[in-house]
């Protein structure tokens, strides 16, 4: 290991399975020998029950500003009350401006492609998610699309910056440019200069929709990919689904010093408090957490322990066939991480 000194990582078990959930993951994490002292923060049901109509105390942002790292189960958005979503409002707050989402395939679970490993880099801010959208009147509409070139360029220095860190090879940029001339048209010249820095590092330009056909016929050929917000959005449950599901897939959302780790899924209140979640896509979002804080020993035995379960087949939670609870397959992680060695 990199550091023998106790990290520091604020908690926020989340709403519906969350609670489930992170309960299994720590456990996991503790039977990896990950030396990791949890902050427990508040975040989603409980606080907008308390009438803080944005779901996040102050107390929370501050910790994780002050920790710099995150593991976030679900939040449960409450529908029609005028609250916000707290995950916007954490969003919002910690100025995240990049999601980053790897996708694997996992031996054993089922999926549209056979091999898919790659990272998908989503601007995280601007684009047309700014929410500005007018009536023009005499039934016209007009959303606008804001892209500007500092928050561009962060993204793709940092889809370069991770290619590098990840031993990556390639980076491909997606946009619209033949089109959206101006906007899009900024976002290629910025990856071009951003590539031009990046020695070592191969890179190439996509227009979207060629993307979305390639992403299905040849996902193996892609590494690393950054793009805007909209097409990173789509884009990035395309290919979350060629790798076997939302249900498994995991994300950061990263600001200057800060990474929020999470399962991409929501809090799934049908089957709350039943003790049958999966776990998995939040031990993903873990896993991603330990390399990030140099804990890959950790990171790398949880990784063989879940290919070795997922391999063998025998226990699984029911959304994918099986009938293992919750903790029934957190144990067989446990287990697994001994025979992984
Ligand atoms: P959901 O992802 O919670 O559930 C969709 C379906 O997938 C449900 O049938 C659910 O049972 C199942 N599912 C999801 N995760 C699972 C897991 N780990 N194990 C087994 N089954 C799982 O989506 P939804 O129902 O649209 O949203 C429910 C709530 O979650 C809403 O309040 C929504 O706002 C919130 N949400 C939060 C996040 C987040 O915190 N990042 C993301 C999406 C939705």
Redesign the pocket.
Known sequence: ETSERHANVVLIP????GPE?SDAVIGILDAAGARIDWVRCEAGGEVFKRGDASGVPAETVEAIRRCGVAL????????GRGER?A?VTLREKLKTFAAVRPVRTLAGIRSPAAHVDLVLIRENYEDLYIGMEYDLGEGVLAALKVNSERNTRTICRTAFDIARSQRRRHVTGISKSNILKKTDGMFDRIFDEEAARAHGIESGKLLVDAAACRLVQTPERFDVIVTSNLYGDILSDLTAGLAGG??LAASVNLGRGVAMF??????????AGRG???????LRAAVLMLDHLGLHDAAGRIEAALALVFGEGRVR???LGGSASTSEFARAIVEALERAE
Request: charged share 15%; glycine share 10%; net charge negative.
């Open positions: 989340g709403d519906g399975i959930i976030k189960s679900p939040l449960a958005t409450p529908l979503s995950n939302l249900g999470e399962a991409v899924h929501g809090s799934a209140p049908d089957i049958t979640a999966n776990p998995t896509a939040l939670t029911a959304d």
